[in-house]
């Protein structure tokens, strides 16, 4: 393998990531594998991880994609936690009725269960190559379920501090609900987002190379910058109907320029549009409900009409530190 590792990644790995993302844990945690069985746990990974790829257009030709650690599972831990704060936090406000505790104990276990789905959120998307935290705030407040919620709590919060409530009246059971309906939305987007397979584009290009900035413009793109020349940073994109945006970067990695395409969803999360539309979103009836579903179809039929040729013909010379991997297939016993 050529080079060292890259953004994080080791070697050979710049690409398709580590093979064990997409695997299954070792059986026997805390002791050592043997090879056979470590090389057959990796080819599973390897298998998976290209399991749900669809082959982009032809106008894709050059373009590379760089594939986000699946971390889904991440998040899945921090909401089974997030429900025991709800539940306690119910309970404490039930045996405050008696007025022998402060109810302020249960609402601020409550609104825990929230607000640690949203401080997890941030930690993944800290993780991620694509995604911006300021973004998906912006967005996640542009849902009135989840804005609504929460001027419905902080208007609770001011309610029961200037009223000064006795803690026996019922009124302090609304920070339950509310709670739990800002929960639901929280779990419900979120896992949504990080259930289909997130990646960019890749494709290297020279530093001082100009874009075909007029041509992009007639076919509807919206230019960020006042030049047509390579930079690092957000050059363009492209509305998707309802259900998002097709955004060009410009990206500076180990010293070397690269244009990254990727499908940003309404909410702001990263998704590779060449992916499969058989995977299995979580909780989409729940999607439905709070109206954050994304037609995945949709948008794979919408993109496979736009040209991007004008942006494949300025591809260089990949890296030798991109070569990927090379996974030999375990040998059958």
């Given at each position: 393998?050529?080079?060292?590792?890259?953004?994080?990644?080791?070697?050979?790995?710049?690409?398709?990531?580590?093979?064990?993302?997409?695997?299954?844990?070792?059986?026997?945690?805390?002791?050592?594998?043997?090879?056979?069985?470590?090389?057959?746990?990796?080819?599973?990974?390897?298998?998976?991880?290209?399991?749900?790829?669809?082959?982009?257009?032809?106008?894709?030709?050059?373009?590379?994609?760089?594939?986000?650690?699946?971390?889904?599972?991440?998040?899945?831990?921090?909401?089974?936690?997030?429900?025991?704060?709800?539940?306690?936090?119910?309970?404490?406000?039930?045996?405050?009725?008696?007025?022998?505790?402060?109810?302020?104990?249960?609402?601020?276990?409550?609104?825990?269960a929230p607000f640690s789905l949203f401080l997890c959120t941030m930690v993944i998307i800290s993780k991620r190559f694509s995604e911006n935290s300021s973004t998906i705030i912006l967005r996640s407040m542009g849902s009135y379920w989840n804005l609504g919620?929460?001027?419905?709590?902080?208007?609770?919060?001011?309610?029961?501090?200037?009223?000064?409530?006795?803690?026996?009246?019922?009124?302090?059971?609304?920070?339950t609900f509310l709670s739990l309906v800002s929960w639901l939305w929280w779990t419900a987007s979120v896992s949504q987002a990080l259930?289909?397979?997130?990646?960019?584009?890749?494709?290297?290009?020279?530093?001082?190379?100009?874009?075909?900035?007029?041509?992009?413009?007639?076919?509807?793109?919206?230019?960020?910058?006042?030049?047509d020349m390579w930079a690092p940073a957000r050059l363009a994109s492209l509305r998707i109907g309802g259900e998002g945006r097709l955004v060009l970067n410009g990206e500076l990695i180990a010293r070397t320029a690269f244009l990254s395409l990727y499908w940003e969803t309404p909410q702001g999360w990263t998704w590779d549009p060449w992916q499969s539309r058989e995977q299995v979103v979580p909780m989409s009836e729940l999607c439905s409900f709070f109206s954050i579903s994304v037609d995945h179809g949709a948008v794979v039929s919408v993109l496979r009409g736009i040209d991007v040729s004008s942006l494949s013909v300025l591809k260089a010379k990949w890296p030798d530190w991109c070569r990927p991997e090379v996974l030999a297939e375990p040998e059958e016993e």
């Open positions: 393998m050529a080079g060292g590792g890259v953004s994080g990644r080791e070697s050979g790995q710049f690409l398709d990531g580590d093979p064990a993302w997409w695997a299954a844990a070792p059986v026997k945690k805390g002791r050592d594998e043997s090879e056979t069985i470590r090389m057959q746990r990796l080819w599973s990974g390897h298998q998976n991880r290209q399991s749900m790829d669809i082959a982009p257009p032809d106008s894709w030709k050059g373009w590379k994609r760089q594939r986000e650690r699946p971390m889904l599972t991440w998040f899945l831990y921090p909401v089974t936690w997030s429900a025991f704060f709800l539940a306690v936090g119910f309970i404490f406000l039930f045996f405050d009725q008696d007025k022998s505790l402060s109810p302020w104990y249960g609402t601020g276990l409550t609104l825990m919620t929460s001027m419905l709590i902080l208007l609770t919060i001011w309610w029961c501090w200037n009223g000064k409530l006795d803690p026996s009246d019922p009124f302090w059971f609304s920070f259930a289909i397979r997130s990646a960019r584009w890749l494709l290297p290009v020279e530093k001082q190379v100009s874009l075909a900035r007029v041509d992009m413009e007639s076919a509807g793109w919206e230019w960020q910058q006042p030049h």
